[in-house]
């Protein structure tokens, strides 16, 4: 395409989509935003548009497609769902004054990580951009350090973390995983760093110059904008690689709003990784903190998580910090017993707790909102809802008059009621202010003289007007004579052909229709520039103290931030105590001992999925002594995993300051808790390798220390079974010793021979979940009880899977067979040799297979597969 021959509009958007050539360009003309080329195509594709073409009668159309200016945000969604980013380019100048060519810029691009905008925000997640970078040698232990930033434009929220040493690149993993970021960015000479990113999966993934990752350039700019001298002050002493992540954010920013002030990001928080216990994604993956494991399926209701059973905040910006807490659970006895003894009075306060809960109802995002204000992005009606939001705060703060618990009474201290803003708000803004600007009608009457004086000569000149009309009919005679107006002529009077014979020489025409005619007088010429000089004057008078208000409010966003954390913090506190209250949760003891003792614990979320059924209760004990490792035997569908997951939520809940599914819970705090599922039972992925299973036991091995809690499920059941069995045998030693780890461990498992453990080692307790066999069916009685299963159940799990009748009984024979004592040892006389002499010529062979197949990883088509190859050969004399 030769650019020459382009007309100059077409050539000035060339000259600005190279800028964004990764961007759908969404480029203003008039009334619509217009793309064009390639971006014509693609778009028309994505957002089901028509596409057409301009100039065509030329010889080289260009591609266009369209869409109305005030419908961009619907198709800026689409396109960004769809994995793309939106550049957006306006007029910079007013189309009536410009010379030649209207004067175009990009003033915003669209991008996951870098919205503020209200309708692409889930309420109640956070939008993190983060970036990565790594130094580029080693350290002097050999080992990379990492870098971490991350900021939340919708909020304010900045902060950087760094992380060295063996464990760095899984730590820095896992705090993405964490913090779900909407894109990451990182330095686009480090392709290594790639393979780790393309892992997680949905995340956009930007690479970066790698300039832009530079350190001190970055402690330069956010200096600037913090205005200080250095960034010590936020804890950021020594950091290296983590400020060069948050210059690329920083960076990033400026970019894509190269015009919007950034004056809510008030500082950037220095995060340590050990502020809060470390979960890796397994773990959080495993347990179903904040996502269900069979994923979000299109059709299904959303699988229930722990966060969605315990969530019962009011508030967006409670059911942010909620998700934050249940990721970050605490490690310091007292912090937890400070949100402990807050949730305790909540719980017991019956009325205060409906009273805040319902005040809150009607606070919004207060964190966002303010956002908005700096960054010029808020309209007329989200100053009405802040004032809203405000003006419940004295309610609220006397709500909270009654409470003594340490954590209340500070919130109560560190109170603002921001009223000065309230007032403001209320005072300058219509209460019924439309959603934009443009639409009028926003500042309050008798806030400024001059906007009440243009009113009243707008309303006075439509009463001239009116006048005007009932004046200009007496005098021609004209019944049907009317005074109106349009965009285009403004006003004019409008007579029927019928009458035009007696309109008056001084009246002047303007157009001709088919019925009628259109005049001018010099009076009504005089009247109109009174009045639409009004109606101007007032728009753009409205729109600047809109402006001043709101760059008002913005000056106290310190302020608002600050409100609105102790807003979230009442919530989660409020809504924990609400979920208390509604599941008959228990106030956990919780105390820096290593004993764990729960009477009665349950699992939160399996408790509230069947209703029908009554969820089996379950005490637990263990400690560092005679119950540091128990060993979980049971058949398949006992409740094995799901009576592991529950001790583990119990201890996280406990360790965020929740009230626990239990009637008495005693938990010695855990530095960490580790989760390691077997092959068979993790849905998530379908990653189902061997490989991963060892990697993930290894990872456990390496981080657990004696204060840790465990959970191994089934692990070994991804090789063959005598593996799998010394693999998980030697595992179980390993923790268990305290020379070793000693940390604190359940162990379900379906090798009955791990029960020998038992009396091989002091501190290892076999259990199992209670089964009861009726006429030779399995009940679940999901009663754990001190003692090992005594057999594998393989054949009943068979059987409820539909085998056929007659396999069913021939294998249950064959069992029986092999169970007989010394069948194994002494094969010359074995009593099935001897029963079946003749169709079992040497039964030793097929013994040892049948003995050897894992009858929990089989289908029962495998299962029968099997069979039938055995009784083939077992008919057949070798
Ligand atoms: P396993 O790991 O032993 O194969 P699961 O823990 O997966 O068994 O439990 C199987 C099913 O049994 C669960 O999905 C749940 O519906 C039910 N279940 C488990 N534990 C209980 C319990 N304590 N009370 C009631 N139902 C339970
Ligand atoms: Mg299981």
Redesign the pocket.
Known sequence: MTHSDASPLIRQYREIKRGYPDSVLFFRVGDFYEMFDEDAREASRLLSIALTSRDKSSTDPVPLCGIPYHASQGYIAKLLKAGRTVALCEQVEDPKSAKGLVRREVVRLYTPGTLVDTEFLSPSESNFLTAICRSSRSAADGHFLWGLAGLDVSTGEFWVMEFGGIAGTAQMLDELVRVEPREVLYPESAQSILSFVTDLRGIKVCPQPATKFNAEHASITLQTHFQVHSLDGFGCQGLTVALGSAGAVWQYFRETQPTASFDHVRRVQRRWNHDAMHLDQATIRNLELVRPLNGDQPGVERGKTVLSVLDRTVTSMGGRLLRDWLLRPLLDREAIQRRLDAVAELKNAVPQRVAIRTILRSVQDIARLSSRMTLRAAGPRECIALKESLSTLPELRAQLETFNSSLLTTLRDQWDDCRDISTLIEDAIHPEAPLVLRDGNIIREGYHGAVDDLRKTRVEGKEWIAALEARERNRTGIDSLKIRYNQVFGYYIEITKANLQKVPPDYSRKQTLVNAERFMTHELSELERRVTGSEAQLASLEEELFGQVRDRIAREVSRLQSMSGLLATVDVLTGLAEAAALGRYVQPTVDNSDVIAIVDGR?PV?ESL?HE?M??A?DTRLDGNDNRLLILT?P????????LRQVALIVLLAQIGSFVPATEARIGLADRVFTRVGAS?NLAGGQSTFMVEMTESAHILNSATNRSLILLDEIGRGTSTYDGLSIAWAIAEYIHDQHYLGARTLF?THYHEMTQLESLRDGIKNYR?AVREQDGDVV?L?KIMPGGADRSYGIHVAKLAGLPGPVITRAQEVLTRLEQPDSSSESTTTPLQHDDRRTLPQPHSVIDEVRQIDLFSMTPLDALNRLAELQKRVTQPQ
């Not at 398949?636 to 009576?643: E, F, I, L, P, V």
Request: hydrophobic letters at 40%; glycine letters at 10%; charged letters at 15%.
């Open positions: 699992h399996v069947n059924q969820f089996v379950n049971g398949n569908m006992a409740g094995k995993s799901t009576y039972d379900a979940v679940f999901r």
